[in-house]
């Protein structure tokens, strides 16, 4: 072959190299900066982590959480309420950009959705009425609980459930943690299983009489973080550089005092893993 095909050869070659490879997708850290706005799915029936004011404005740990990440990105925050079943879709199908919603980090999850190292943990406990007589996890068999699908709590308590293979014993799954209250509080059901923060801050609140956080659950604790799509890694080590900077700057703690204020904000950090 002579210099001269050689060399047609070579650059026919090249532009066709080029031309299958396309052109090259922006970074979806690159799409928020230039859209100039943060979609953050936030579960806003998760009292303190997410909910609404008097004013019907979205509030809580999660929120002030989109919020930061908005300002250190330079954008405008927009919260997407999003049912707990909802997470994953809304991302998914791209109404979010990044989900700020209480996530757990389990192995099934991450086959979907890329995962942030964590930004908060849950320690759970038992949500009961008064006078019921649970006082204790194991109390709960023959009793008829429920709890939100999909979450991290439902899914242990309803294992449980069926372990004990108790024929006076039922859990139910419900699409939101108002539907879990409301339920509990009609007798429905005579226990769920919730995060020790969301216990104490609908006690608080007194809207449900009776309501009495009692045992606590034996469940790992569940740690949770920000999701995002698998694929866009950049945006991941951003995120994860964030929660990062929450922490060492002390706004991480803040946040848990303004919006929990129980005892010392847990560790994020798993012992013998990593610190």
């Known amino acids: 072959m002579s210099m ?25 850290l690159d799409d928020i900066i230039a859209s100039g706005k943060l979609r953050c799915a936030a579960v806003l029936d998760f009292p303190p982590m997410g909910s609404r004011n008097a004013a019907n404005e979205p509030i809580g740990f999660d929120v ?84 939100v699908s999909g979450t991290f709590e439902a899914l242990a308590l309803e294992a449980d459930v069926k372990k004990w293979a108790d024929a006076k014993g039922s859990f139910r799954g419900y699409q939101t943690q108002a539907d879990v209250f409301l339920a509990l509080s009609q007798g429905q059901i005579e226990a769920t299983v919730v995060t020790s923060t969301v216990a104490a801050a609908i006690i608080k609140e007194g809207k449900y009489k009776g309501f009495v956080m009692t045992g606590t659950a034996p469940y790992v604790t569940d740690y949770v973080s920000l999701i995002a799509l698998r694929q866009d890694q950049g945006f991941i080590n951003y995120l ?11 706004r991480y703690k803040e946040l848990w005092d303004k919006w929990v204020g129980l005892g010392d904000a847990p560790n994020l950090t798993v012992p013998g893993v990593y610190r």
Do not use: H, W
């Open 64 to 147: 002030d959480y989109c919020n930061d990440l908005a300002k250190a990105l330079g954008v405008k925050a927009e919260i997407v309420e999003t049912p707990f079943p909802d997470r994953i879709p809304a991302l998914v199908s791209g109404r979010v950009d990044v989900g700020v919603a209480s996530t757990s980090d389990t192995l099934e999850r991450a086959k979907t959705v890329g995962f942030s190292i964590p930004y908060f943990a849950f320690q759970m406990v038992i949500l009961t009425k008064d006078g019921l007589g649970l006082a204790t996890y194991d109390q709960l068999k023959g009793r008829k609980t429920g709890s």
């Open 4 to 28: 001269k095909k050689g060399l047609g050869l070579f650059a026919s070659l090249a532009c066709f190299a080029l031309a299958t490879v396309g052109p090259a997708k922006a970074d979806k």
């Open 240 to 250: 994860n550089l964030f929660v990062n900077q929450q922490v060492r700057t002390g």
